[in-house]
């Protein structure tokens, strides 16, 4: 490419520096929605299918498999109805069942939710690549009134260990209902693990049910209540529960097992499945979203052809100028041609930057809210971007260059104005 060529281009887009920057500022709004939006769409499919793996199985009560996998997994949503203790503790001793692990939902503490469970929990959950939950400090509990933060609890409350917290009766982040006198010690913080674990606080099932001790009956439910040791205190019912079994083959019969479970009402769903099915619920909204974020783009593009076009008329002077001073109808045609694959590489390269900052912004918030991680750097999708909407402009520049040609062809030194 002939440098002066590239350094005629670029005066000329400075010169004219209002419609060549109105030009990119449409490409660049069109590159970072089409961006943004495949972005978070990649990243909510890859933070969804990160936060749990291991587990084979999810118990809970009669319902949608999807919102059983919301309420259990991701803290969305509220369960239907709680399971039976004794129906649990039947499904984990069942032939197969390598672990179960129950949860139990329903208390929170400044809007965070509160999992009651057991210590495997800690041993047993499982995410991204089968990784476990790892300790930053302290340790899980082994006892009542003992509590266990997520790395974003931490982080935005501010606890350490030691530290003491209250939990409340509802999901709210403001709650009138409070279990007063029944105050927690943080004894360990989990690494952050980019799922909603990290915006979740564990406490043991004995410590849920103590807290609850006299809730319905209206018996003095703010006074902390004695543990004895010696006595194991099982909760009535609990919200969930994650199943392993010790061969996959066990998988489908026991999911029937369950689902036809005569005692009660229950549902068992493979998270892999749940998740599939939630894909295809939102398929159509994600397809629709592309579509527009691929006409806003051809937009973009088109307003290349449109700003080049425009001008040919005005421009007829200094083409008419440039062939005075040597260059030939080739060289009209090349110019022209710079200047559009320059309109569209400056504007998809902003575009890019300005992505990657509105996404780090909306990875914040998501982070902070849902406790997962939509971040990342770009990577080869940013790339094929750029290529192809410079190549997409340096077309769309093909027909304005070749009439800027033809009439510099046909007005000679004198341009018919």
Known sequence: MN???????????????????????????????FLSVERIQSGVRTSFNSTIS????????????????????????????????????????????????????????????????????FDHYRYGRDLPLDFAQGERFDGSYQAVLGSEVARQLGYELGDEILLSHGIGEISFAEHTG????VTGILAPSGTPVDRSVHVSLESIELIHVGWDTGVAPGARQPRDDSAELE?????????????????????????????????????????????????????????????????????????????LNERRREMA?????????????????????????????????????????????VRTRYGMELGGMPGLMELYVLFAVTFAGAAAGMLPAWQAQRNALSDGLTPKL
């Open 3 to 33: 440098p002066a060529l590239l350094r005629l281009a670029w005066k000329s887009l400075l010169n004219r520096g209002t419609s060549a920057a109105l030009t990119i500022l449409a490409v660049t709004l069109s590159v970072t929605l």
């Open 54 to 121: 291991g587990t084979d199985i999810i118990v809970g009560a009669r319902g949608g498999a999807i919102n059983l996998l919301l309420y259990s997994v991701f803290r969305l949503g509220d369960p239907t109805a709680n399971i039976g203790w004794e129906s649990y503790q039947r499904i984990a001793g069942a032939p197969g069942v390598a672990w179960a692990v129950p949860i139990s939902l329903g208390d929170s503490h400044r809007g965070y939710r509160v999992v009651g469970t057991t210590p495997e929990y």
């Open 182 to 185: 029944h105050d927690f010690t």
């Open 235 to 311: 909760p009535e019912t609990i919200t969930a529960a994650f199943i392993g079994v010790q061969s996959p083959i066990r998988t489908l019969s026991l999911q029937r097992q369950i689902n036809t479970f005569p005692d009660e009402a229950l549902s068992a769903v493979m998270p892999g499945v749940a998740l599939t099915q939630l894909w295809q619920i939102v398929g159509a909204g994600e397809r629709a979203f592309r579509v527009i974020s691929l006409l806003v783009l051809l937009v973009g593009l088109i307003s290349i052809l449109t700003a080049l076009t425009s001008g």
């Open 321 to 365: 100028v440039l062939r005075a001073t040597g260059a030939k109808p080739g060289d009209i045609f090349s110019l022209l041609v710079l200047e559009a694959t320059s309109l569209a590489a400056i504007g998809a390269v902003i575009g890019i930057v300005v992505t990657q900052v509105a996404v780090g912004i909306v990875a914040s918030i």
